[in-house]
């Protein structure tokens, strides 16, 4: 079984209205509710593709329960556990142009209630051969909280793919998951610290190569990073891999990451060879463009462009 | 006790952002969370006054849940009828300026469940004195739905106090409430059917107690039009009045026309004679605009401005 953590999950509203006028008041013509958050969306992903998988992570209040009421709707297996404080929602208004989003800051997490996560997580791991660790981290979780996880899980013999950001990219890369799978924007932010502050040029493919060197660095096993419709690039202990779609998708992007790393996680539990575990990552992420919504993919358009993804080395 | 009905509550929801940037992307920095509707508001008032109150109406879902839990946190005595459908939302961005609001449409109301709250209101009716009746009616819900409810509890020996606006109003005051308490738009938007198309120019004294005279015409017994900060107007079966408040306020004039109608509703049932009751009203409306949210009353300035409301005979 795959094992997803989000322990800052959101219910995702989108709100159909005409257009957008500030200070006007809108009755919004359709309501879309689903649950959110990168690590749910894996798990929605892999579940569709019929792989075993488990969600958890934290819930809370009215807006925790909807989460769960939507995931299991999805027929998603899910162990969350519960917080007292109320899982954020996100808003994104849709007009004919484009959206507009509002992102509620995350609960506040207690030390009790990450004590009893991170118990409930090392029952989880007896029955696990990956864990995917998604997003940010919520209030009160400690900034070195995936660390801790990624630790929990090796010593249990059990694989991770860490995607996330800033501080809590740096603090987990530190305890050696076997997969880190940041953007590009995420790399960047991940290596500002270390560049000159002047504006940098659109990176050539060399330098991209020795920016994910970094994360090798930082002690992650494994780096692919995604980089939108020019697919991702990979640096493992067995070498380095362009991956790239045949084809430029039209579609909506949000959660083509969450996809790439179901992808990475199922090839990571079968041993997959790297460069057929890299086609598959950017055949399904690019099936995830063409659905509607996050956490789906596009089950044609996987299966067309699985083939025809040309993976070389880097 | 004072029954209050809201057939279409919300769960309020405001976040408070620097600046609304349309297309863009926000992180909210503060989410408030109150229970909304109109008749909410009404309850919440009487209930902060000391007076038996009893909210009853449709709540339905996660958000009915959140909203029921809110309502309970304030203490104000509810007895709502669950539905199958999600209890919508309302979201008001506020900015440095203004607030840009977004409202969801409402539950779809099937007519099980519909039929399921005239049982439990004909019951409720057996302990209230008079029931104030609020707010927009959900789909599902027929149009001559508070008709219903009037004719039941006129039949009962309890007083009814409407204030709701379009066709929900028009059908409403066919079945004769003891008070309709429209705002200035709302009774414009009744008779504009009957008016020509062409603009019309502010209303003189003379035609806005014209206009007032058409709601008894429609079926009301008596009729109080607030007016914002130039008070109310009144026409009942003892006489016409205005009502006029002795200053006028800063602060936030929504959940004032719910502040009326719960000061209305006291009266009725105390049958405080109208000139009483009408400088209540005005006092407690503007000591709805002087408190920060609606639902919310300031004490001070009801007790200030009181006695200094002037109620003259129109």
Known sequence: MILTVTLNPALDLTYRVD?????????????????????????????????PVLATGLLGGATGHRVAALLAAEGVPAAFVAIADETRR????????????????????????WAEFVARFRELLGQASVVALSGSLPPGVPVDGYAHLIRLAAAAGVRT?????????????????DLAKPNAAELGALLAPARAPAPVPAASAGQEMAD??????????????????????ALTGEGAWHGVPPERLAGNPTGAGDACVAALS????????WPALLADAVALSAAAVAAPGAGAVDR?????????VRVSAA
């Open 212 to 233: 994910a060197t970094v994360v090798l660095d930082h002690g992650a096993r494994a780096v692919v990073v995604s980089r939108g419709p020019r697919g991702v690039l």
């Open 266 to 273: 199922r090839g990571l539990r079968d041993r997959t060879p």
């Open 90 to 113: 996100t808003v994104a208004v849709a007009d004919r142009d484009d959206a507009t989003g509002f992102w509620e800051p995350g609960p506040r997490v207690t030390a009790g209630e």
């Open 300 to 308: 044609d358009t996987y299966h067309r462009l699985l083939p025809a």
């Open 19 to 51: 257009a957008l006028v500030p200070h006007g008041t809108h009755r919004v013509a359709a309501v879309a509710e689903r649950p959110g958050g990168k690590g749910l969306n894996v798990a929605a992903v892999l579940h569709a593709l019929g792989e």
């Open 161 to 177: 793919v860490l995607d996330t950001s800033g501080a809590a990219l740096r603090h987990g890369l530190a305890a050696g998951p």
